[in-house]
């Protein structure tokens, strides 16, 4: 009995010699949600990230942006001290969120990008792993959904309402709007996210428009109180 009991000792410290390096290399393997696809491009879009420039306008000054007569009307009636969105703490929209003068962090997780806006703490999910939907209600962020074309996201949204402004000034928007990001690290601490701007009850032609933003490794997101809601906010008609 003692010496089946060695010889099977034996046997199975020499399974594990065998196996055990297998079944921890395969575990080292990366699962298909890791960071890198399969040329070994870095998808790490994770962070805290602040911009290198602050916009206040998505157009520089002087140029003349594509509207149409109706969002004309609204540009002219736009007034950041008495009709901006921001006055009635309301959520961003998109691209203004990822324009707000405050930083964002970026997390990643299996199916999804999160993205965190300090500003109003606003929470902006990307999925991965499924289509538009169907009928979305209008919402103030959109309905985004992501892919990965090498190392860039490229993440598209679509039903929005039309009561946000697309920047700080009050460019204006329909709910017709549909928006296009290219977002990619282009180095360890630099991140840009290219905008497509499509709306064509707004504007006569789709634009186009960048932010650039810093790794700021030593920051961390804070918490954010809206304390002007005092102003009561009525969107244009």
Request: charged share 25%; with cysteine.
């Amino acid at each position: 009995m003692m010496r089946n009991r060695l010889v099977t000792s034996i046997l199975a410290t020499a399974l594990a010699a065998v196996l055990l390096p297998v079944i921890f290399a395969q575990s080292a393997k990366p699962s298909k949600d890791a960071k890198s696809n399969d040329d070994g491009i870095s998808r790490d879009l994770t962070g805290v990230w602040q911009y290198d420039h602050y916009q206040r306008a998505l157009f520089p000054k002087g140029v003349t942006p594509p509207f149409t007569p109706w969002a004309e009307a609204r540009f002219k009636a736009a007034d950041t001290s008495v009709n901006d969105p921001n006055l009635g703490c309301l959520p961003h929209g998109i691209p203004r969120m990822m324009m707000a003068p405050l930083p964002i962090e970026i997390f990643q997780e299996p199916g999804t990008v999160l993205v965190e806006q300090e500003s109003l703490n606003e929470l902006r999910h990307i999925h991965l792993n499924r289509q538009h939907l169907k009928d979305p209600d209008p919402t103030y962020n959109g309905d985004s959904i992501g892919k990965w074309e090498g190392n860039t996201l490229v993440v598209d949204t679509i039903g929005f309402n039309d009561i946000t402004w697309l920047d700080h000034v009050g460019l204006p928007h329909s709910d017709q709007l549909h928006v296009v990001e290219r977002i990619r690290r282009m180095d360890h601490d630099t991140l840009v996210d290219d905008f497509t701007i499509e709306d064509p009850k707004a504007y006569t032609k789709s634009w186009t428009a960048s932010q650039t933003y810093k790794l700021h490794p030593e920051w961390e997101i804070q918490e954010y109180t809206c304390d002007r809601n005092q102003y009561v906010f009525h969107p244009q008609q």
